[in-house]
């Protein structure tokens, strides 16, 4: 299941995550990254970390 960022903008500029993990542009749906959830987990970890700073 994809969801959409919270933070997309109406235009359609939009990032999408799936339970898996799965990373993809909503613009282009059949091409994604998959990440493991480690690898999810420290970017999640990096992007807190630069909002905080």
């Given at each position: 299941?994809?969801?959409?960022?919270?933070?997309?903008?109406?235009?359609?500029?939009?990032?999408?995550?799936?339970?898996?993990?799965?990373?993809?542009?909503?613009?282009?749906?059949?091409?994604?990254?998959?990440?493991?959830?480690?690898?999810?987990?420290a970017f999640l970890r990096a992007v807190k970390a630069r909002?905080?700073?």
């Open positions: 299941m994809w969801r959409k960022s919270s933070y997309s903008s109406n235009a359609g500029n939009c990032v999408e995550v799936a339970t898996g993990v799965g990373i993809r542009d909503s613009k282009a749906p059949s091409a994604h990254l998959s990440l493991s959830s480690d690898s999810w987990s909002e905080q700073a």
